[in-house]
């Protein structure tokens, strides 16, 4: 079975503003997403959906994904009504997304009038979801890939460390290969200031997903070369790391412990979550 390659670097850019769209989408970003979920505060959500149809009523300079509001919400039904008719847009990304029925629902309401199904992208955030991981990523032709919202699920399961999640990991990595769909990208890696990230996801550094997604930022995305999927690439970066902070006489363990894995106080932040101003 041949995998469909995937984009190195995705970049998620908020909705309600439009000029930092605009900064995503000459960024070098092999994929803007547009978040009109966690990024866009309930009250902007009918102008993030607005200026988002503005910009994909003509195709832009790179591919464009649109990760709507949850499904099961009062704005999604309008996202997707407004947003799938048009040129620009390449992809829908399908919030807490926990059986294969939601996804089938939207790829019948969504197929543009011209025919072909708009490539979806579903986001496993519940243990009730990651249960019916194969079912979702083979449950309609359009769905193009899996992916784990870290946040909900860590929420879902009751877990903090890292490793809390690295079965949920590995078994979207499996549903997705059984169904033919390409390696699920990481969750988001909020830590915009790490210029030498994002660090593997997982202590072993296995290679479950084959690139990154970041928040939009002047840093962002980053050199390609450290977004390698190469799981050797990320412990060879580590072991650096290790030694140059021995060379530099600096204290403390030579293992730095990764960044961006939680918010203030403990908890996690949501992947994509970026405030609006």
Known sequence: MRIPALPLTWLYAPGDHPEVVAKALVSGADVVLIDLEDAVAPHRKKYARAATAELLSDP???PVHVRVNALDGPFAEADLRTLAPLPGLSG???P???SPADVVRVAEHSAPSEGGAIPLYALLETAL???HAFAIAAAHPAVRGIGLGEADLRADLGVREDAGLDWARARIVVAARAAGLAPP????????RDLEGPP???PTGAPWASSAARPSTPASPGDRTRLSPDPGRGRDRRAHRQGRRHRAGRPGPARRPLRGRGGRGGRPPHAGALPPK
């Open 129 to 131: 979801a990651v249960e």
């Open 200 to 202: 593997p996801p997982a």
């Open 60 to 62: 832009p300079p790179v």
């Open 185 to 192: 990208t990481q969750s988001i890696y909020p830590d915009i």
């Open 96 to 98: 807490k997304v926990t």
């Open 92 to 94: 829908l990304r399908l």
